[in-house]
Nanobody, 119 residues
Framework: QVQLVESGGGLVQPGGSLTLSCAASGSIFSINAVDWYRQAPGKQREVVAGITSGGTNYADSVKGRFTISRDNAKNTAYLQMNSLKPEDTAVYSC??????????????WGQGTQVTVSS
């Protein structure tokens, strides 16, 4: 009933920028919270940024470089990533807590998008 699709990943040089999108579709009543996660090869998945109606929060490793935002009209969340470093290389995924039109709330995952920072 609900799908999340990430896009915007790719190859970028150190110091460059990328904007990831997380678009939700389906039987959506409201999107309550969105978190962006990343998982690098051989490492555990970590949360890098989150947004709710109350505000935003960031991992220390990305604070000041990444910005999370959302467009409620488009049911889409974004992750603007600036000053990218090789250590930002990972598969980035979004997780959204969504209330459907049946008034059931649960978390949904997207399929992930690869971000590679390399010269």
């Amino acid at each position: 009933q609900v799908q999340l699709v990430e896009s915007g990943g790719g190859l970028v040089q150190p110091g460059g920028s990328l904007t990831l999108s997380c678009a939700a579709s389906g039987s959506i009543f409201s999107i309550n919270a969105v978190d962006w996660y990343r998982q690098a090869p051989g490492k555990q998945r970590e949360v890098v940024a989150g947004i709710t109606s109350g505000g935003t929060n960031y991992a220390d490793s990305v604070k000041g470089r990444f910005t999370i935002s959302r467009d409620n009209a488009k049911n889409t969340a974004y992750l603007q990533m600036n000053s990218l470093k090789p250590e930002d290389t990972a598969v980035y995924s979004c997780n959204a807590v969504i209330t459907t039109r049946s008034f059931v709330s649960r978390g949904y995952w997207g399929q992930g998008t690869q971000v590679t920072v390399s010269s």
